[in-house]
């Protein structure tokens, strides 16, 4: 029997397209998928909900169902053991449920492995939830982690380096690619700057559009669309107002996967100057479709995705002037076709297929005896 021939249970709250993408992906490289969601819906994201899909998916808890820890805790170790896997993929090491449910199961000879995109450098960090942390971490046979910086992170929390791989925060790029084949083709005055996010506080939003004012002044004549929605919306909407440039912000609200990929077929740049961003997924959607790049130097895909001047423009979010350079960069047509040929090569890099690779990494760890 080979590993592939042994079931594997793969856990997060609640499944959206990406997480079904790398799902589906071990699925099509011969492994028995047994996929489990926490919840129906996530308490963060208006994920859209996969219709049919090839692998067993479990939902814990449905609706508005009142749950507790240790109810959900027991669910989550029922649905494991009824699946037969003897290897995990959790998510959310963080939430107590799921702590409780992978110490049980690692007590049971479960191997039970992490998936995280945390970085040390997301927030100042507290001593005392740090070290909690590494207990926390205790159940977990291994990860896979969103950047190198998640790998120095856990292995500060005590997981070893060479317990944990990247690969985690990748998306199906023929999918996106294929959404993206809806769109037009602008003629490159026409392109806009893209933002596609949701429009809270971390993501910077007023601060790019400080930005697109300056670089309008200095000659940039481009749009910016925003794809996204959020409590931060009318604020935003008042601050273009106040700043002249109404006219040339376009908020769109929530978009499905398929409008994203158009819009960024579309676009001249994806902007993310976030001031806080673990990975930014959106990235590997970005050059999925060609699409290059000004991202903030605290999202961990630049880690692995982005060649500063290449594919894109890496920044120091708090530097206005920085972004409206980059700006003004990409609105050069040489220079943007040379960044538009390089953002696609570089796709690869963000496909399901290196999440594929990292997971059989893991499962030919050694067991711990």
């Given at each position: 029997?080979?590993?592939?021939?042994?079931?594997?249970?793969?856990?997060?709250?609640?499944?959206?397209?990406?997480?079904?993408?790398?799902?589906?992906?071990?699925?099509?490289?011969?492994?028995?998928?047994?996929?489990?969601q926490l919840f129906s819906r996530s308490t963060d994201y208006d994920w859209e909900q996969a219709e049919e899909v090839s692998y067993p998916l479990v939902t814990l808890a449905r609706g508005e169902e009142a749950i507790g820890t240790l109810a959900l805790a027991r669910r989550l170790v029922a649905a494991v053991r009824q699946s037969g896997a003897r290897d995990c993929l959790f998510c959310h090491?963080?939430?107590?449920?799921?702590?409780?449910?992978?110490?049980?199961l690692a007590m049971r000879g479960v191997r039970v492995f992490t998936m995280v995109d945390s970085k040390g450098d997301d927030y100042a960090r507290r001593p005392w939830r740090e070290a909690l942390k590494?207990?926390?971490?205790?159940?977990?046979?291994?990860?896979?982690?969103?950047?190198?910086?998640?790998?120095?992170?856990?292995?500060?929390?005590?997981?070893?380096?060479?317990?944990?791989?990247?690969?985690?925060?990748?998306?199906?790029?023929?999918?996106?690619?294929?959404?993206?084949?809806?769109?037009?083709?602008?003629?490159?005055?026409?392109r806009?700057?893209?933002?596609?996010?949701?429009?809270?506080?971390?993501?910077?939003?007023?601060?790019?559009?400080?930005?697109?004012?300056?670089?309008?002044?200095?000659?940039?004549?481009?749009?910016?669309?925003?794809?996204?929605?959020?409590?931060?919306r009318r604020d935003l909407e008042n601050e273009a107002a106040r700043l002249g440039i109404a006219e040339h912000v376009v908020f769109e609200g929530h978009c499905s996967s398929a409008q994203v990929s158009v819009a960024m077929r579309e676009g001249l740049a994806l902007l993310l100057p976030s001031l806080s961003e673990q990975f930014g997924?959106?990235?590997?959607?970005?050059?999925?479709?060609?699409?290059?790049?000004?991202v903030s130097r605290n999202a961990g895909a630049v880690?692995?995705?982005?060649?500063?001047?290449?594919?894109?423009?890496?920044?120091?979010?708090?530097?206005?002037?920085?972004?409206?350079?980059?700006?003004?960069?990409?609105?050069?047509?040489?220079?943007?076709?040379?960044?538009?040929?390089?953002?696609?090569?570089?796709?690869?890099?963000?496909?399901?297929?290196?999440?594929?690779?990292?997971v059989e990494t893991l499962l030919a760890l050694p067991r711990r005896s």
């Open positions: 029997m080979t590993a592939r021939d042994n079931p594997i249970a793969v856990m997060w709250e609640n499944f959206g397209p990406y997480h079904h993408d790398r799902a589906r992906a071990l699925a099509g490289a011969g492994h028995r998928v047994h996929a489990i090491y963080e939430k107590p449920a799921v702590l409780l449910a992978a110490t049980i590494r207990l926390w971490l205790k159940p977990y046979a291994g990860a896979i982690a969103g950047s190198e910086r998640s790998r120095d992170y856990l292995a500060g929390l005590g997981l070893p380096r060479a317990r944990s791989v990247t690969g985690y925060d990748t998306v199906d790029i023929a999918r996106i690619r294929q959404q993206g084949d809806a769109a037009t083709e602008p003629f490159f005055v026409d806009p700057f893209v933002i596609a996010a949701r429009l809270v506080p971390k993501k910077n939003i007023a601060h790019a559009l400080h930005a697109l004012a300056r670089a309008r002044s200095l000659g940039v004549e481009r749009r910016l669309r925003i794809l996204g929605d959020g409590p931060l997924l959106v990235v590997n959607e970005a050059l999925a479709n060609g699409l290059p790049v000004i880690d692995l995705l982005v060649d500063d001047g290449s594919n894109g423009i890496v920044i120091d979010p708090q530097d206005e002037g920085a972004l409206v350079d980059a700006m003004r960069a990409v609105d050069r047509e040489t220079r943007w076709q040379a960044m538009h040929v390089a953002a696609r090569n570089s796709a690869p890099r963000g496909d399901v297929q290196q999440f594929v690779q990292g």
